[in-house]
């Protein structure tokens, strides 16, 4: 199987990609609240490596098994994470989700796949 085809497998359904999108409490980095926090996780035990963006900005190269992206700024709203095949020229993501983000709140999506 090819490794593009092994990338498309694991990472076939959205839901399992981004399993859950969690807030915590208030974000220090966040200026009287008026933004949001948003980082990546990788927990995909037997996922390769990816490269992630948010809002179309590169948030991380080469995310391993365990590894995170720092914490993004972002304006309250729609946030879109996608999450690239680092092996692969393309401006079309593997997979992508939209989310919203309130303002003063932290956000962790793991992808899990």
Same mark, same amino acid.
């Given at each position: 199987?090819?490794?593009?085809?092994?990338?498309?497998?694991?990472?076939?359904?959205?839901?399992?990609?981004?399993?859950?999108? +969690?807030?915590?409490?208030?974000?220090?980095?966040?200026?009287?609240?008026?933004?949001?926090?948003?980082?990546? +996780?990788?927990?995909?035990?037997?996922?390769?490596? +990816?490269?992630?963006?948010?809002?179309?900005?590169?948030?991380?190269?080469?995310?391993?098994?365990?590894?995170?992206?720092?914490?993004?700024?972002?304006?309250?709203?729609? +946030?879109?994470?996608?999450?690239?095949?680092?092996?692969?020229?393309?401006?079309?993501?593997?997979?992508?989700?939209?989310?919203?983000?309130?303002?003063?709140?932290?956000?962790?999506?793991?992808?899990?796949?």
């Amino acid at each position: 199987m090819q490794r593009s085809q092994q990338y498309l497998l694991r990472f076939a359904v959205i839901g399992a990609l981004v399993a859950l999108l +969690v807030a915590s409490v208030s974000w220090a980095g966040a200026q009287s609240g008026d933004t949001a926090g948003v980082r990546v +996780v990788h927990v995909g035990i037997d996922t390769p490596p +990816v490269d992630i963006t948010i809002n179309g900005e590169p948030a991380g190269q080469l995310l391993f098994w365990l590894e995170a992206t720092d914490y993004v700024e972002v304006s309250p709203g729609d +946030v879109e994470i996608a999450i690239f095949d680092p092996d692969v020229s393309s401006d079309d993501p593997l997979s992508s989700i939209t989310v919203t983000a309130e303002a003063g709140t932290n956000y962790s999506a793991v992808i899990a796949g």
